[in-house]
C-alpha cells in the first residue's frame, strides 16, 4: 500500500527566505508525482508534475525534484511572497496493472510566509 | 480556474439519507477521478471513470458510487449517510490516464452530515 509523508506539517517564515518542503513515498513503482496548492476551503491547484522518468521540473520560482530510488520529492520556492501562503500537497500516482491508479496524497505542509 | 465545476457547493444531509454530487469535466478530457479530503486530511481516493468506465477503486464501501456520462460529466452517489461522510468532495478530470497527464481539480463540495 503506498503511503506519502510530508515533513514538515507546519512552516512559518519571513517573506523573501528560500525554503524546501519535502514529501516521501513508500513505493517507488509510481506513475508521476505532483504537487498542489489549496487555499483554505478551496480546491486544488496543480503546481507540479513529474513523470516517472524526469529528475525535475520548474515553474517560475518553483522548482520540484524527483528521487525515485529513495522515494523523495523536494518542493523548492525562491523568493517566497505572502501570497505562497497555503497548504502545499504532494501526490503520487501508482502504476497498476495495465494503467494508473488514483492518486495517492499526502497529509500535506500548511505554509505561512509572514510579510 | 481550471474550468472543472462541482455542485452544489454546501450540502447539509442527515444521517440515513442519500446524497448525489455532481462534476463538469474541463471540455476535452475523458477521465474523471472523486477524492474524499476530511479537515485537515489529504484527499483520499474513491474512484475514477474512463470513458464511462469505472477503472479504479479506492478503499471505500459501495454505497459509494459513480456514473460517468457520454458528454464526461459525471455524479458520485452516497447511500445510507454516515457522520463520517462529512467532508470536502473533490472532482479531477484529466485528458487522458497517461503519465504526462495533470489532474484538474474543481472546487469541491462541502458536505456535512447531521
Known amino acids: 500500500k503506498q503511503e506519502v509523508t510530508q515533513i514538515p506539517a507546519a512552516l512559518s517564515v519571513p517573506e523573501g527566505e528560500n525554503l524546501v518542503l519535502n514529501c516521501s513515498f513508500t513505493?517507488?513503482?509510481?506513475?508521476?508525482l505532483q504537487w498542489f496548492r489549496q487555499d483554505p476551503g478551496k480546491g486544488l491547484t496543480s503546481l507540479l508534475l513529474i513523470q516517472s522518468s524526469q529528475r525535475e521540473q520548474t515553474s517560475g520560482r518553483l522548482n520540484a525534484s524527483l528521487d525515485k530510488s529513495s522515494g523523495r520529492s523536494t518542493l523548492y520556492i525562491a523568493a517566497s511572497q505572502p501570497g505562497d501562503s497555503a497548504t502545499y500537497l504532494c501526490a503520487v500516482r501508482r502504476i497498476l496493472g495495465g494503467g494508473a491508479d488514483g492518486l495517492t496524497f499526502g497529509k500535506g505542509t500548511h505554509l505561512i510566509i509572514q510579510p | 480556474e481550471t474550468g472543472v465545476t462541482q455542485s452544489p457547493t454546501h450540502l447539509i444531509k442527515t444521517r440515513g439519507q442519500q446524497v448525489t454530487l455532481r462534476c463538469s469535466s474541463q471540455?476535452?478530457?475523458?477521465?474523471v477521478s472523486w477524492y474524499q479530503q476530511a479537515l485537515g486530511q489529504g484527499p483520499q481516493f474513491i474512484f475514477q471513470y474512463y470513458r464511462e468506465e469505472e477503472n479504479g477503486r479506492g478503499n471505500f464501501p459501495p454505497r459509494f458510487s459513480g456514473l460517468q456520462f457520454p458528454n464526461y460529466s459525471s455524479e458520485l452517489n452516497v447511500n445510507a449517510l454516515e457522520l463520517d461522510d462529512s467532508a470536502l468532495y473533490l472532482c479531477?478530470?484529466?485528458?487522458?490516464?497517461?503519465?504526462?497527464?495533470?489532474?484538474?481539480f474543481g472546487p469541491g463540495t462541502r458536505l456535512t452530515v447531521l
Open positions: 471540455s476535452g478530457h475523458n477521465t
Open positions: 479531477a478530470s484529466s485528458l487522458r490516464l497517461g503519465e504526462a497527464d495533470t489532474q484538474y
Open positions: 513505493d517507488s513503482a509510481i506513475y508521476n
